[in-house]
C-alpha cells in the first residue's frame, strides 16, 4: 500500500470545528407482524489504532453502569473482552487466548445489543479499523434495524509512529526503529512489511472511504487527538460530543485516567531483540509474558530516559505526509470534532542531539536486568504458599501401618 502522499487528491484543508450534538436519532422501524419497533443508533469506534482508543475504552468500561442508566449500552456482559472477542469472531481473526472460544461472540454481542431497551449502543475495538471492505456490509447488516455510525479518533503521524513501533514490539514484532521508519516511508532498499501494516491500520483516506461505501459520509465521525498539553479528559469530551453525552456527567477520575505508557528507547529496543531470539514461540504466551507481565508493568518505570523520536528530515517527511491526508480529508466531508489541523505535526521543537542517538549496549543490559528483576518480582508475589507439613497423626488422612 503506498503512503498517502502518493494518491492523487486535492481539496482544501476544513477549517476544525467544535460541535455539540444531540444524540443522532434513527427513524423507527417497523417489524414483520406491522408493529413500530423502538429505533436504536449503534456506534462502532473503530479506532484508529494508537489513537486514545484504550482511554476511551476504559472511560466507557468505568462508567458503564452511569451510561446504563442514562439509556446507553456499552456491550459485554461478561466485561470489556467479550467485545474484544466479538469483533475477532467477526473478522475471523484468531484469538489471543487459545483456550477461548470466539465461534458465536458476535451473534452473542448483537443480541445484546437488539435486546437493549434504550436507544443508543457503543462497540469499541479498534481491530474494526482494519476491517476488509467484503466483511464491512456484513457487519453493519447484522446490526439492523439499528442505524449504525462510525466513529474513528485519530492522532498526528510524528506521535503514532513511535507509538507504533513500540507496541509492535511488545506485540513480539522485530522491526528495527530505523528499518521501521524506512518501510513505512518505501525506501528501496527496506522490507516492505512494515509499511504495508502500517498504512493499513494508519491510512485515514481509505479507512474512512470503505466503511462511508456503507453508511454514507453523513454517519463518519471523525475525532482528532488534541495537543499535547492539552486538558487529560479533553479526547473524552470530544467523544461525548459525538455520542450525545453530557461529558460532565461521566468524569475522568483518576481511576479511568490510567494511560497506556510507553517505553524508553533502550527497553524497547531489548524487548526487539528477545522477540528476535525467541522466535515463533506461541504468540498467546510470547503477548501474556512480554506485553502483559512486563512491557505494561515491570518496564515502565524506565520511561523518558530515550524517547522514541523522529530526527529533523523525518520529522519533515511526516509534516509532507500529513498536509495532503488533510486535504483529501476536507475534500470528503466527513464530520469533524476537533480541528483537521491537528493531524499536522506542528513545528518540530527542539529535540536534545542525546535523544537522537541509538541506545548504547550498557543501556540495553541495564533495561534487560530492570526486565528480569521485573519478572522475577512478579513471580515471587504470585507464586502460592507452600504447604505446611501437618503434624503426624493429626487430621483425617489415613495413616499407613506395618
Known amino acids: 500500500m503506498a503512503p498517502p502522499e502518493r494518491r492523487r487528491g486535492e481539496g482544501r484543508a476544513l477549517a476544525g470545528r467544535r460541535r ?28 484508529t489504532m494508537k489513537s486514545g482508543t484504550t482511554f476511551i475504552q476504559q472511560m466507557l468500561s468505568h462508567h458503564r453502569d452511569a ?62 479499523s482494519v476491517a476488509p471492505a467484503k466483511r464491512v456490509p456484513s457487519i453493519v ?21 513511535p507509538s507504533t513501533w513500540q507496541e509492535n ?22 522490507d516492505p512489511t512494515a509499511g504495508q501494516r502500517f498504512w493499513r491500520q494508519h491510512d485515514l483516506v481509505r479507512t474512512i472511504k470503505r466503511w462511508a461505501e456503507v453508511v454514507g459520509t453523513e454517519r463518519i465521525h471523525l475525532v482528532t487527538l488534541p495537543p499535547s498539553g492539552a486538558p487529560a479528559d479533553e479526547l473524552w469530551r470530544r467523544f461525548c460530543a459525538v455520542v450525545g453525552l ?17 517505553l524508553d528507547r533502550a527497553a524497547a529496543e531489548m524487548l526487539r531483540r528477545v522477540n528476535v531470539l525467541l522466535g515463533d514461540v506461541d504468540r498467546a504466551a510470547k503477548l ?35 498536509e495532503a491526508l488533510v486535504a483529501e480529508l476536507a475534500a470528503i466531508g ?34 534487560a536486568a530492570a526486565a528480569t528483576a521485573a519478572l522475577l518480582g512478579q513471580l515471587t508475589s504470585t507464586r502460592p504458599e507452600p504447604r505446611r507439613r501437618r503434624p503426624a497423626g493429626s487430621g483425617t488422612a489415613p495413616r499407613m501401618t506395618g
Not at 169 to 190: C, K, M, Y
Not at 288 to 311: N, Y
Not at 335 to 357: S, Y
Request: charged share 25%; net charge negative; glycine share 8%.
Open 246 to 262: 453530557d461529558a460532565s456527567r461521566y468524569p475522568a477520575d483518576g481511576a479511568a485516567l490510567r494511560s497506556n505508557k510507553g
Open 141 to 161: 447488516e447484522s446490526l439492523a434495524p439499528a442505524t449504525v455510525h462510525v466513529v474513528l479518533t485519530a492522532r498526528d503521524l510524528a506521535r503514532v509512529l
Open 334 to 367: 466527513v464530520d469533524v470534532v476537533g480541528d483537521l489541523r491537528e493531524l499536522v505535526p506542528p513545528d518540530r521543537p527542539e529535540v536534545p542531539v542525546e535523544h537522537l542517538r541509538e541506545p548504547t549496549e550498557t543501556e540495553i543490559a541495564d533495561a
Open 67 to 128: 451510561l446504563a442508566e442514562d439509556g446507553l449500552l456499552f456491550p459485554g456482559r461478561g466485561g470489556y473482552v467479550q467485545q474484544i472477542n466479538a469483533v475477532r469472531d467477526v473478522l475471523d481473526m484468531p484469538g489471543t487466548v487459545p483456550a477461548v472460544r470466539l465461534e458465536g461472540a458476535w451473534n452473542e454481542l448483537r443480541r445484546e445489543i437488539a435486546e437493549w431497551p434504550g436507544g443508543t449502543s457503543i462497540v469499541s475495538v479498534e481491530h474494526l
Open 288 to 322: 501474556r509474558i512480554l506485553k502483559r507481565g512486563l512491557a505494561k508493568s515491570g518496564l515502565v518505570e524506565v520511561e523518558g530516559q530515550l524517547p522514541t523520536v523522529l530526527d529533523a528530515e523525518q520529522y519533515a517527511w511526516a509534516r509532507h505526509v500529513s
Open 169 to 190: 514490539v511488545q506485540n513480539g514484532l522485530t522491526w528495527a526503529w530505523p528499518d521501521f521508519l524506512a518501510s513505512i516511508r518505501e525506501h528501496p532498499s527496506a
Open 20 to 47: 455539540r450534538q444531540q444524540r443522532p436519532v434513527a427513524e423507527p422501524s417497523i417489524g414483520a407482524d406491522g408493529a413500530h419497533h423502538a429505533a436504536h443508533v449503534c456506534f462502532l469506534h473503530i479506532g
